[in-house]
């Protein structure tokens, strides 16, 4: 099956006879058994995430194309958005010149860093699961604990040594504590300015795993 | 790989397209403030005026912008409808083919061999959209969802009479969309009161909503300075421009029209009047005099009391009417020329040769004419005894500042073609699968979905439902139906007459604009051959039997002349094998009858969305299951956002539910908003927005060019032809 099968993988044309769920067939239907899993949590809010922000940029568009910007007819070499350019024919990409100056930078749907750090708390919570089963939050694919590399580096810093149960050194811990407490008074001041739910979301994660982190390092001192 | 960019490119800009009409879409929606590139300020809830009003480059923004255009030109209703639509669309194909994405990096490794698979892919696709809009929407239609329409003509007799407040319903939520809120119900009123008036006779609807729509610019004025409820009817026809000269005059008035000065000229263009003395000179002009004088008498000896003229009469001419007592009315445009021959039958009055002959039979008598001042302008006002059924009357639309009143015109003119289209019949062409044993001929098949279509009663009783009327009517206008539709039956007819049936069949409705189906031809050519083998595993196939039909299916491909009956002659095939198999198809013709009319609030999404979805569970033949599903999900994002502000008892989702619930359990819908939509005017969205996609996505690759190329003709070749 050449081009037919484009379309219909495998099962020769006869597999539509499932009984879809009674009034919206929003699921597409199961072409095979093996090739097609639902979405893992983390994969819809990367889907979720990606969707608000293609959202946000055609709303932005919108209103400039409104405001009497030119849609032209490229795309921006960065992001792969279109292109506007307003009357005084100065080219204008929405999301690099708009969007990206915010918090997204650290969207593992978009930025590579990001998403390396969310693959390295995948790892490390797999790795440290029974002795972290009873601290949700920094479980990283719920939400995403981490706003950027400091934080994440204090929770592996955390996270990692708990069987040796060796004494720290008063210095790390202190630094440590340090760099947590920074983190904390900048995620509340975020927090207050922020204006997208996605973020607020992140950043109240950020502020609970900071927290916790704050908890576990008093506890490793005492 | 431009093709699959091409769906991802086309949805980012329907989304930004979206999200500047989604705002103004419905009677919850609000007014868009556009800046034009021009600097001038657009206050709408317009969509074609909106999307018209943007600069776009994009050269997937601009094929849609045209198809919205064209769209509107015949139906006058639905831009932004169709926006939304086009854009869920391409989300739904994107979801789909995002997942059969993977495939491809394992089936093929060469990069021009993938980028061939894919133009195919899209191309096989677009086929698949078409052919659901040949066959399945019309079937979905009449089987399904034609027993839940209601009419708003009431027919006690054999005569169709329009139902006067189910025409306000329909207008009213027609303007509701187009216009301020303040303004929508006298607008409805005034276009009801209009359609009542200018119809003489009470069954020529469509004549006179043809010529009101034809002639639209000429019948209304704009006045500004004024408030909006100042707006009414004018009986008579008003001519945008002054009396020449005015002479009172009682009782009927004849009218001539000229469209030459009454005045001869010293010599015409292309030939000479040579002058060889100041004498000569004198008694030319003398002659001329005379004569103009001569011609004018003879006017008003026929008591002619208007002039009304083409071109720029000369003085003298002004001069003697005035003398005897002829208004004169000069330079008119062609148009409105047009229009008063349409309404009064009346040739121009060709000046006699000789001086002796003067037969006046071109006149026509008018009950009055005068001066009309509206806010210090001056019109002319006509009272014009029409031959026609269109009873002459004009609007005068009134409105503080210009942009209101250029806002209200184009939705009168829009309402104007939104009724002609819903006054007329809708042609479906069906095809339907049916066994052996129950075969039966067309007009049986026919009949026998009639019997099935017991309307139920509900709850607002000043709607009649005259559907199982009208079609009893229908049965003896389908036979003069001006589309050549022929009613085949299950019969085996040879391959000849079959292929002539196929060609002859060509739906007018569904032709909404022949240049997008021929673009739509151009680009799937060179690819027809292959995509139609590849449709053998879909169709119960005999290989023994394949290698003549592919004969015959190439030469019925020459014959082509719009692009959709290409899927037609994928089934041909299919009847030779009905000897040997069980199944054959039959097709059928049937019609939506005029005045169709469903309740607005997203009904005639949800039903199509239900049946649709029931036909796909059904469907043995897989793409087309998974286009109908792909268009019963689409189809919901509009009511979506129709009820986006709702919340409790009246958000989407419990009146999806409700209705859900009616249609399972066979019980009539219940809708909690007054205002009718036109079936037909919903039709023509569907196929405009299917062929709208298939353009966008048989577009394999975009050359930018800086400028349009020239025309070259080049003269040595035609003669060596």
Known sequence: ?222 | MAAAGSVTVALHVAEVLETIVSGCLGPEGRQVLCTKPTGEVLLSRDGGCLLKALHLEHPVARVMVACVSSHLRKTGDGAKTFIIFLCHLLRGLREITDKEKDSFLFENIQTCGRHWKNCCRWKFISQAFLTFQTQILDYVMDHYLSRHFLSIFSSCTKERTLCRSSLEMLLGAYFCGRVGRNNHSLMSQLMCDYVFKCTACESRFEEVLELVDDCFVELKVGVTGLPVSDSRIIAGLVLQRDFSVYCPADGDIRIVIVTETIQPLFSISGSEFPLNSEAQFQTSQFWITERTKAIVKHLQNQNVKLLLSTVKQPDLVIYCAGLNGISVVECLSSEELSLIQRVIGLAPFVLPEASSQYELSHTALAKFCKPLILRSKRFVHLGLMSTCSFAPHCIALCAPVQGLVEQHENALHGAFKMLRQAFKDLDLNCVTQTSDQSCTSGPCIYKNSRESNELPKIVNSSIQRSYQDTVVKNKGELAKTQTNLKVCSNLIVPSVKLEQNVLCSTPKVAVTDSYQTDETLRCSSPNKGRIMDDHEPFIESNSANSKPENTRREISYENLQVAKLARKDSILPLRYKSLETCTSQSYYSSSIPAGCVLPVGGNFEILLHYYLLNYAKKCQQSEQTMVSRIIANAILGVPKILYKSKKGNYSFPQVYVRALQALQTNQPMISNQTGLESVAGKYQLLTSVLQCLTNILTVDLVISIKRQPQEVYDQDSEEEL
């Open chain 1, 1 to 222: 099956m050449d081009c037919g099968g484009l379309w219909l993988r495998g099962s020769g044309g006869t597999l539509l006879q499932q009984d879809l769920p009674a009034p919206c067939a929003s699921l597409p239907p199961e072409v095979d058994d093996f090739s097609w899993e639902p979405p893992t949590e983390a994969e819809t809010k990367v889907l979720q995430a990606r969707r608000e922000r293609q959202d946000r940029i055609s709303r932005l568009m919108g209103d400039y194309l409104l405001r009497g910007y030119r849609m032209l007819g490229e795309t921006c070499a960065d992001c792969g958005t279109i292109l506007l350019q307003d009357k005084q024919r100065k080219i204008y990409c929405v999301a690099c010149q708009e969007l990206d100056s915010d918090v997204d930078k650290d969207n593992p749907a978009l930025n590579a860093q990001a998403a390396l750090s969310q693959a390295r708390e995948h790892q490390l919570a797999s790795a440290s699961e029974p002795p972290l089963s009873s601290r949700p939050a920094p479980q990283p694919p719920v939400p995403r604990p981490e706003h950027c590399e400091g934080a994440a580096a204090g929770l592996k810093a955390v996270q990692g040594p708990p069987p040796p149960a060796v004494l720290p050194n008063a210095d790390v811990v202190a630094c440590t504590q340090e760099a947590l407490l920074q983190k904390l008074t900048w995620a509340s001041a975020e927090l207050g300015s922020s204006t997208s739910l996605e973020t607020s979301i992140q950043l109240c994660s950020l502020i609970r795993a900071c927290a916790e982190a704050l908890r576990s390092l008093q506890q490793l001192q005492h």
